[in-house]
């Protein structure tokens, strides 16, 4: 994590050109996050949640939002572009909440640069945060098998949906939805949105 967090400090400028805000992104993930947040209840915590767009779009839905970033910088610039938001240093495998205390985790795009055999321990980290019933939005690079692919800024790693819905099964998930697409020039995305298996 250390060379993921010094990556993207030295690009943090740049890729905060790219993600200005949150009504830039494609339509469909546009789409997908705001029917997901009409239906959160409870606190969320936007996880890896960079230079802060997704966040502030939270917020303007009416959620109770905090964003977390593994990066200072990025967490610098958000509390400047968004004053009106919550934003702290933190690690998605450690989020700094209590047990069960989440209403909902987005996770958009934040764990591609997780290495799989640490996957695991953040999908962990997520149902440990989340209530029973509270929902996750993960967004992932889409792949036929789990490899490294060289990401701009560091490596990053694809999945298969099936993969990734399997873990996040192991880890006291309920995968409820998943959509892929390819835009033009880019690489296969997909999302999946779960929801916390109630511990029994």
Do not use: N, Q
Not at 30 to 53: I, K, M, T
Not at 106 to 123: C, F, G, K, N, Q
Request: charged letters at 30%; glycine letters at 12%; proline letters at 8%.
């Amino acid at each position: 994590m250390d060379d993921v967090r010094d990556a993207y400090g030295r690009l943090a400028e740049e890729y905060a050109e790219l993600a200005f805000s949150a009504e830039g992104m494609p339509e469909p993930d546009v789409g997908l996050v705001s029917r997901w947040a009409e239906e959160v209840s409870g606190r969320v915590v936007d996880a890896g949640c960079g230079p802060g767009h997704w966040t502030d779009f939270l917020r303007g839905r009416g959620c109770d939002v905090e964003g977390v970033d593994l990066v200072p910088r990025f967490v610098d610039m958000a509390r400047s572009r968004f004053p009106d938001s919550s934003f702290r240093v933190g690690r998605l495998d450690e989020l700094g909440v209590p047990d069960r205390s989440l209403g909902g985790i987005l996770s958009w795009y934040s764990i591609i640069h997780t290495a799989p055999e640490d996957v695991p321990r953040v999908l962990g980290e997520f149902a440990r945060c989340l209530r029973g019933g509270g929902g996750l939005v993960l967004g992932l690079v889409e792949g036929p098998r789990v490899e490294p692919f060289p990401h701009a800024v560091v490596t990053a790693y694809h999945w298969p949906v099936e993969e990734m819905s399997r873990r996040l099964a192991e880890a006291g998930f309920r995968v409820e939805a998943t959509t892929s697409r390819v835009d033009p020039g880019k690489r296969p995305y997909a999302a999946i949105v779960a929801r916390r298996v109630p511990e029994v």
